[in-house]
């Protein structure tokens, strides 16, 4: 009995991907036979998990499924977790208990999470106990396997569980889909070897792990044939692309190969690390008519102690130093970072040096987050004595001046012309939506029929967060 079990699942094991999704086709069909069965794919976080999401629908589309809006409509719920902080994870935490009645009343439902949170045995532990109803945990290095492991959960009726860190290899070739074929995400890099002290994304991604040039090229090929005018290239730290590559490769090289594809597209990444920031690379932007003058460049604090005690590797002066590079290299260019208020240990008159740099720096835009203790990180061992509230007030100061920054610096764009790719239409609005070359959102009438093109705006009326503007030709 023993022996037959054990052929058995070396008879699984040796099935391909497209096996597998072939068998749980055939499942799907035998039990939906008059119609489609339906998937509700919901993603939290960063761009990583967009791109990871649109592999798992990719695989979806493979084995069957079509796409529900709702929860409520759907036969394989699945959610795309974040780990980066406590907020995001109590809210997949609030999401999943809200499904326990809609799939009481959806007997067939399978519940599926992975990404991020599940990559953290406590996390996994809490699934496990106090979420029975949950039929599939996979982490964020299992996302290949999908087809096997809905085959085992469709097949067996077991709960299944896939958090291991595997070998670390990269799957190409796997199908995906985008929500708008114009606007696209487009991963360069896996994984992170920085170590921010604060920071969970090394132990839940894994280390830094670079997609070969080639396969990254013939993917951006695919992606303009299909349409796409805005490619965003992706990694938590792009500026060490190439680093442990067999040949010869950086950043600033892979841009520039991205710049010369044939095509009217703008490119666009995220996020580069101060530390490997370099001359090169802002010569190579300033350089490349395709790529957009944006440069997202968190700093996180302003005060060299708690950069050194957050590990990031470079001081005030040294992030300030390259922001002056860049705008002489590129004096139109927008810049936008992160910033951590309330790291453990930061005092008043540190996070003043914070205020000080912000003032200096005139970002467009700030991702502003209070500290937030993820535990297995070296940070949640340090002491932590200033309360909660405290640091709300520090970063409603923060959040003020940025505002002020922001105004000021948007009302200079009285007036000016912008060539944008028209994304949606904002619906509380009812206007047509795109983003500066430095990464606004700029709002004008028009018809739906230019979503997915590119326009020319002038902007009418500049607001802190939006531009309103009107359609012109071009200047
Ligand atoms: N790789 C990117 C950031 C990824 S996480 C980089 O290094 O810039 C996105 C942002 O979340 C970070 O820039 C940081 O500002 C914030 N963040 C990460 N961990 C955090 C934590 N424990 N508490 C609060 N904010 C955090
Ligand atoms: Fe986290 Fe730092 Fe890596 Fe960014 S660079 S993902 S903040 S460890």
Redesign the pocket.
């Known amino acids: 009995m023993k022996s037959g079990k054990v052929q058995g699942s070396q008879r699984l094991e040796n099935k391909s991907r497209e096996e597998f999704a072939e068998m749980v086709h055939a499942i799907l069909s035998a039990r939906f036979p008059e119609r489609i069965p339906q998937a509700f794919v919901h993603t939290y976080g960063c761009q990583g998990n967009v791109a990871d999401s649109e592999r798992i629908k990719g695989l979806l589309v493979q084995m069957g499924y079509a796409f529900c809006d709702r929860p409520e409509d759907a036969d394989l719920v699945l959610f795309n977790t974040c780990a980066v902080r406590e907020h995001a994870e109590d809210r997949v935490f609030g999401n999943v208990g809200a499904l326990k009645p809609i799939k009481a009343a959806r007997p067939g439902m399978i519940i599926a999470l992975c990404g991020c949170m599940m990559q953290q045995a406590h996390v996994e532990e809490r699934i496990s106990k106090s979420f029975p109803y949950v039929n599939l945990v996979f982490g964020t290095f299992a996302v290949q396997k999908l087809p096997e492991l809905l085959f085992r959960v469709l097949s067996g009726g077991k709960r299944v569980f896939e958090t291991g860190e595997g070998g670390g290899e990269i799957t190409e070739g796997l199908p995906t889909v985008q929500d708008r074929p114009f606007k696209v995400w487009l991963p360069v890099m896996y994984g992170?070897d920085?170590?921010?002290s604060y920071?969970v994304?090394?132990y839940v991604r894994g280390r830094e792990r670079s997609r070969m040039p080639e396969e990254i090229l013939k993917e951006a090929e695919a992606l303009i044939a299909n349409g796409a005018k805005d490619i965003t290239l992706l990694g938590?730290?792009v500026n060490s692309y190439g680093k442990n590559l067999p040949v010869d490769m950086n950043f600033a090289k892979l841009l520039r190969q991205i710049n010369a594809l044939p095509g009217d597209f703008l490119i666009r990444f995220m996020?580069s690390?101060p530390k490997d920031c370099s001359e090169e690379l802002l010569d190579t932007m300033a350089g490349c008519e395709k790529v957009s003058k944006h440069l997202h460049l968190?700093f996180q604090a302003g005060s060299d102690r708690v950069l050194d005690e957050m590990n990031r590797g470079y001081t005030k002066e040294q992030y300030l130093r390259l922001l002056r590079y860049a705008r002489k290299v590129m004096p139109d260019m927008s810049v936008t970072s992160d910033v951590i208020v309330g790291f453990p240990g930061e005092s008043y008159e540190e996070f003043q040096e914070t205020l000080a740099l912000v003032r200096e720096a005139q970002f467009t835009s700030l991702f502003t987050f209070i500290y937030s203790k993820r535990s297995g990180t070296v940070a949640a061992d340090l002491p932590d004595p200033v309360p909660y509230s405290e640091k709300s007030s520090w970063f409603s100061e923060l959040t003020a001046l940025q505002e002020d920054i922001a105004g000021a610096r948007t009302a200079k764009l009285l007036d000016s012309v912008h060539r944008v790719l028209v994304e949606e239409r904002d619906e509380s609005k009812g206007l047509l939506m795109g983003r500066t070359s430095g990464n606004i959102s700029i709002l004008f009438d028009g018809s739906d029929s230019l979503i997915g093109g590119f326009v020319f705006v002038r902007v009418t009326e500049p607001k802190t967060w939006v531009l309103y503007g009107e359609l012109c030709e071009a200047e």
């Open positions: 992170c920085n170590f921010c920071c994304v090394p938590q730290n996020t690390h968190p």
